[in-house]
Structure formats: C-alpha cells, structure tokens
C-alpha cells in the first residue's frame, strides 16, 4: 500500500498557468487514501509567479522552495526531490499537459514493488498513449528525430525518455536525484540511464498529453539535449565503473 505521495513541480515564469494545475492538483487529493504533499519548486522566476504561489501557502501540506536565479528543470526537479518527505515521489509539469489523475494508473506498479514509474506520450512504450494535443510539425519532428539518437547513445529503451511525469520510491529517487549532475532539460536522460545501469525496475504508463501555449523548450534545446546524451553517456560510464 502506497503510505504517502509527494508531488513536485518545477516552475519558472509560470505565472498564467500554475494556478490551474494546483488547483486540480488539491481538487484530486482530496479523494486520495495516502497524504499527499504538493512542493513547488521556484526555479528563479522573472514574472509574478512567487505572487501567484502565495495564495496557496496557508494551505496545509504545501510548500513553496524559491531562489533567485534561473538553475534549470533538472536542479529544480532534483531540489524538490531531496527536500520531499513522500514514499513516492512524482514530479510533473507546470502547464498541466500530463494531468494528475494519470498517477491512479502508476499505483498498481508501486504496489508490485516497482522502483521507478514513467509516463510516455509514444505508443510503442505502452497502449493507449498519444498527444491529444500535440506540438507542432517542426517540434514533433525534432523530438522523434532527437530521441531515436538518444535512445542509440545511451542505449535506453524507452520512445519517450522527456514526458514530463515520472514517479519513484523514497530510495530510488535519494539514489537517482542525489548522483544527478544534468541540471537542464536532458536530466531525464541521465536518471533514465542511471536507473537502468542500476537494475532498477521501471515501469511504463500511457499517458494523454496536451500540448499548452507557453511552452519554454525552444527549437535549439533539442540540438542542446543531444549534445548532453553525449555528456550523460560519458559520465554515468564512469561512475558505473567506480561502483557509484
């Protein structure tokens, strides 16, 4: 039985778009069975979104971590990972494009012990995933180009390594998030294949994606992430060689 959740979410200048997803976020916890944290973790925003994160911080079981400047999704991820006190721990995205609701559907993996849980957009990963709403041609075109080469240089399994809602156990996520060295959008790379070097059991669920206006990830970022693949194949070569 999962004891208790904590949910993290990484935000910078998200000031139109962070109040839904917390909303949804609280109307979905009240019906859960296990206490359920929600950590927002201010990654150095420019815009009113600390303004916006104040209305919710009388209420009970929700924090707010906030430092000046800009570190990236993987410190901001990785930050509320460590500070987070739940069994579980789940990270999701700001614009609300994976719903809260799909972590029903990771529960029966949790329950059989897994270690780590993933959604994925892409339907060779699992049955019934798709992007309801997805990018456009050019960035759909980049992404499936971008992790075909990632998935051959680092060697990992997955269609969808950058699905933004990924859950792991306490131990898990200490181990994965404590020895991340990616600080911008190719961290899920680098726990991915860190996770996978370590044995770790991964499971995988369908998730319906909408893509939201607002989007951060830029065209060049997809060149960017390849580049890091490069970067986390090298490192995690090593740490694996010296037993870490």
């Known amino acids: 039985m999962i004891e208790s959740l904590s949910v993290i979410i990484p935000a ?51 924090k707010v971590i906030s430092y000046r400047y800009n570190m990236g999704k993987g410190y901001a991820v990785k930050t509320g990972m460590l500070e987070a006190k739940g069994q579980i721990r789940l990270f999701m995205d700001a614009d609300n494009s994976t719903t ?5 559907l ?16 892409h339907k060779r990963d699992a049955e019934g995933a798709m992007q309801v709403k997805p990018q456009f041609f050019v960035k759909r075109w980049l992404g499936q180009t971008g992790n ?16 933004g809602f990924k859950a792991f156990k306490e131990d898990a996520a200490v181990f994965l998030f404590g020895n991340l060295k990616t600080y911008g959008w190719a961290f899920d790379m680098e726990i991915l294949r860190r996770a996978c070097i370590a044995g770790l059991k991964i499971g995988v ?39 870490t």
């Open 12 to 62: 910078y200048n998200e000031e139109d778009r962070i109040r839904v997803t917390i909303d949804e976020i609280l109307k979905w916890r009240e019906n859960t069975k296990f206490p359920c944290e929600i950590i927002v973790v201010d990654d150095g925003s420019t815009d009113k979104t600390r303004e916006v994160l104040k209305d919710f911080i009388s209420i009970p079981d929700f």
């Open 100 to 104: 809260i609701e799909h972590f029903d």
């Open 106 to 121: 990771m529960l029966p993996f949790f329950e059989r012990d897994y270690d780590v849980v993933i959604g994925s957009r």
């Open 148 to 163: 075909f080469l990632v998935r051959k240089v680092l060697g990992l399994p997955f269609y969808d390594t950058q699905c």
């Open 205 to 243: 669920i369908p998730v319906k994606w909408y893509n939201k206006e607002g989007s951060k990830v830029k065209p060049l970022d997809y060149f960017k992430t390849l580049m890091d693949a490069m970067k986390i194949r090298k490192i995690t070569e090593v740490r694996y060689e010296q037993g």
